[in-house]
Nanobody, 124 residues
Framework: QVQLIESGGGLVQPGGSLTLSCAAS????????MGWFRQAPGKDREFVAA????????RHIDSVEDHFTISRDNAKNDIYLQMNTLNPEDTAVYYC?????????????????WGQGTQVTVSS
């Protein structure tokens, strides 16, 4: 079992930045592919980014490719999502996920474990 706790969400103005963190406990997160999904009000949960066990493979959806960056620190059992140039369309609950899979499958199906989510609101 892996427990995931997200933090770092909040209210930010358009054009601003936030860094989300996900702390993993229970098992070493280096054993898992990790990723971020988000769910906006009234919409389905969607994939945002994924990172392989040793950060050799990183995937982002096209809409965030130039302004979101996923990273991980296996020594701390943490992953991060640096979000720059935020716009109102990025408003959503952001979820961390972990899976014994590859980044392609995690992108399509999500992971085996999920956090509770952290709210990001982009508004002036």
């Amino acid at each position: 079992q892996v427990q995931l706790i997200e933090s770092g969400g909040g209210l930010v103005q358009p054009g601003g930045s936030l860094t989300l963190s996900c702390a993993a406990s229970g098992q070493t997160c280096s054993s898992y592919v990790m990723g971020w999904f988000r769910q906006a009000p009234g919409k389905d949960r969607e994939f945002v980014a994924a990172i392989s066990r040793v950060a050799g493979t990183i995937r982002h959806i096209d809409s965030v490719e130039d302004h979101f960056t996923i990273s991980r620190d296996n020594a701390k059992n943490d992953i991060y999502l640096q979000m720059n140039t935020l716009n109102p369309e990025d408003t959503a609950v952001y979820y961390c996920t972990a899976g014994r899979t590859d980044t392609g499958r995690l992108r399509q199906l999500g992971g085996d474990f999920w956090g509770q989510g952290t709210q990001v609101t982009v508004s002036s």
